[in-house]
């Protein structure tokens, strides 16, 4: 924890939502245009798109047994709010699992599950998954051993193990985040050029 600023040393809101966790590992600079110049930051049909199709699929999921997480029973919640000054990260998850152990003994774990408008998981993904868990494990006082990703156009899930490897690469990206936004530098843009193409912020960005 050393690498972050616990931010509830002055009492302020978190800074960073899960989502922009996300984003800074795609690109950092979409990070940088979103907390320092929000006014340029334009809203795309695609961040609209995946915020109704996570809506509509809450609706199915909660028809649905939680076999397809490999449970027999359990209980669950749907747009479960987040935050935390240590960990200086905010969010609503899409749904949280708590597992009932063997004859319906308490919960020894908490599970998060976010839905994607995708159909692979990218890195940062996974990465966000691990700031659902760390939100979570603070929030509930329970592990999280892992997570799921829901794929909404393949009705598929993924299961992502929370380990060590995740916990201190979530650490660092945090850190990073951080001095970015104490120092308003903007940083590098993503190594992964072919990102640029198509994205909404290209005009913004005079190097690339």
């Known amino acids: ?30 990070l940088y245009y979103h907390v320092c110049l929000p006014e340029v930051r334009p809203v795309t049909f695609k ?12 609706g199915r999921e909660a028809r649905r047994s939680l076999r397809a997480y490999g449970f027999e029973r359990g209980v669950r919640a749907f747009g479960v709010a987040l935050s935390s000054g240590r960990w200086g990260l905010r969010a609503t998850l899409d749904m949280v699992i708590w597992p009932e152990g063997a004859e319906g003994a308490h ?14 998981a990218g890195e940062h993904f996974k990465l966000q998954l691990a700031a ?9 006082d329970l592990p999280v051993k892992r997570g799921f990703l829901y794929y909404i156009p393949l009705r598929k899930v993924e299961q992502v193990p929370i380990n060590l490897r995740l916990r201190e690469r979530l650490q ?10 104490t120092t ?14 198509a994205c909404e912020f290209r005009r913004f960005c005079n190097d690339v």
């Open 1 to 30: 924890m050393d690498a972050v600023k616990d931010w509830k040393e002055d009492g302020a809101e978190p800074p960073f939502r899960v989502t922009d966790l996300k984003q800074w590992v795609y690109c950092p600079r979409i």
């Open 47 to 58: 961040m609209e798109a995946g915020t109704e199709a996570g809506k509509g699929e809450e």
């Open 107 to 120: 919960p020894t774990e908490v599970i998060p599950v976010d839905y994607k408008l995708s159909k692979m």
């Open 132 to 140: 659902y868990a760390v939100l979570l494990e603070e929030a509930y």
């Open 172 to 181: 660092r990206e945090l850190g990073a985040m951080q001095e970015m936004l």
């Open 184 to 197: 308003e530098r903007m940083p590098e843009p993503t190594p992964a050029r072919a990102r640029c193409v």
